[in-house]
């Protein structure tokens, strides 16, 4: 397998630190108010880089923060007459609900900044015992950018470059204008905690670096996060880590490209977003990960509502064939042509090399799901070459690997629909003089009662038959191995 690491800016082969197992970390959000796409790009590429980690073979233990005390928090509890507690445990909450109905797997540890106060406190006071850090006298902590060699690594930048946007925001507290907070001294009504500094609250840089060496040790197999966080945040994660316990932070850093909207990153501030519940209210979840990995993770990706309601006629194309591909198998004749059952067998093999030959290239998703796309047109040229006389093997492995294919990049195919309803054997009645009680018996007669009507021009009964079907929700489908009645 390969992996592009940013830090270095080449595909590597991935090689875990120990044999079979994988420990990884991905920032979380900053909990002050809902997340919208953009956020939950990052997320959901990450997601599907793990399962596809574990689906490889890898135990994974995939750590992630909730970073639950910060200023967008405090603001927002100003603004709204709350605490910052209060805001913190809303969004926390609300951010867990949304990753589930995203389909987005729990992590296996997910701390949170204020339960990790101590582990905090006991790094940054490594850091000044070894001179990487300082008091100031305004009680604040600050770390020593220039005490470490390796400082500019993880994002590429030089310090003499840095130095440039740093003078502009110079702070009279600081050694040097490149330093940045590890402690935070407290303002009155902001939440506090005691420090060998006096009360205050921690940096967010610091969090993850205590985070990640507290669950997962360091140092870690990958560390990943939007590419937004490279620098500054993964810079002085790594700094703090690195100088604090000299054993190396992060083999192999991934960062995900940015979702935007006509051409701009789409963020908070910009106020050019979409919340994740907002589309998932008009949209399956299914079919925001099928947009989304229809694109590489290192790439941008322009959203658009036309393209979200692109990926859902795919997502409906993909799992009305996987249903078609059953349904032929369910009523194969048994006179099958055996050169093309083993031509579709051929095919699903084909892609399903593919795919895997793609998600082990740095998690090509897009040249994944290609692979499978390229299976269905196959599939449907197939069934509607055969007519009834489908291969039940073929079809039945064909559909396996196509929704095999998606369930492991979490993109959930709709639920084969549900039993017909009973009353269709009072329609049958009515129609047919069925008086039974099987309704797929009573499905059965209606179809070829609707066949016999057509062929015999019989329009009328044709029609009252659809009606009184369309009437309960059903509408009549016509494949290339016959017909049946689906839900509307
Ligand atoms: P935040 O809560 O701002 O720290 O963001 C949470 C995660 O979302 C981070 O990994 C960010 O890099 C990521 N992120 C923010 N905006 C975008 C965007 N427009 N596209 C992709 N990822 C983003
Ligand atoms: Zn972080």
Known sequence: MKIYNSKTHAKEDFRPIE???????????TVYDNIHI?????????????????????????????????????????????????????????FIEVMHRANVMDPDVRPRATKEIGPMIGMIKALIEQGHAYAADNGDVYFSVRSDPSYGEVSGRK????????????????????????WKAAKPGEPQWNSPWGPGRPGWHTECAAMVHRYLGTPIDIHGGGSDLAFPHHENECAQATCAWHEGFANTWMHTGMLLVDGEKMSKSLGNFFTLEEVLEKHSAAALRLLMLQTHYRSPLDFSWERLEGAENSLERI?????????????????????????????????????????????????AVAAYFQLVTEANTYLDEVGGAAD???CTACAAGVAGAFSVLGVGLREPKEELPVGLLGVAAG?????????????????????????????????????QLRDMGLVIEDTAAGSRLKRA
């Open 431 to 467: 129609l047919v003089a069925y008086t039974g009680d099987d309704v797929d018996e009573a499905a059965e007669r209606i179809l070829a009662a609707r066949a016999e009507a057509r062929a015999a021009k019989n329009w009328e009964l044709a029609d009252a038959i659809r009606d």
């Open 159 to 182: 310090i003499d470059d840095l130095m440039v946007g740093a003078r502009i925001e110079e702070n009279e507290d600081k050694n040097d204008p490149l330093d940045f907070a590890l």
């Open 19 to 29: 044999e079979g197992r994988v420990r990884m970390y991905v920032c979380g959000p």
């Open 38 to 94: 953009g956020n939950a790009r990052t997320f959901i590429s990450f997601d599907v880089i793990r399962r596809w980690l574990i689906a490889s073979g890898y135990e994974v233990t995939f750590a992630q923060n909730l970073t639950d005390v910060d200023d967008k928090i405090i603001n927002r509890a100003n603004e709204q007459g709350r605490t910052a507690e209060d805001v913190a445990t809303e969004f926390s909450e609300r």
């Open 319 to 367: 799992a009305t064939c996987v249903e078609n591909l059953m349904w032929a198998a369910n009523h194969a004749s048994g006179e099958a042509d055996a050169d093309r059952g083993a031509a579709l067998i051929a095919a699903a093999e084909r892609a399903a090399a593919e795919f895997e030959a793609s998600m082990d290239d740095d998690f090509n998703t897009a040249g």
């Open 392 to 394: 039940a093997e073929a």
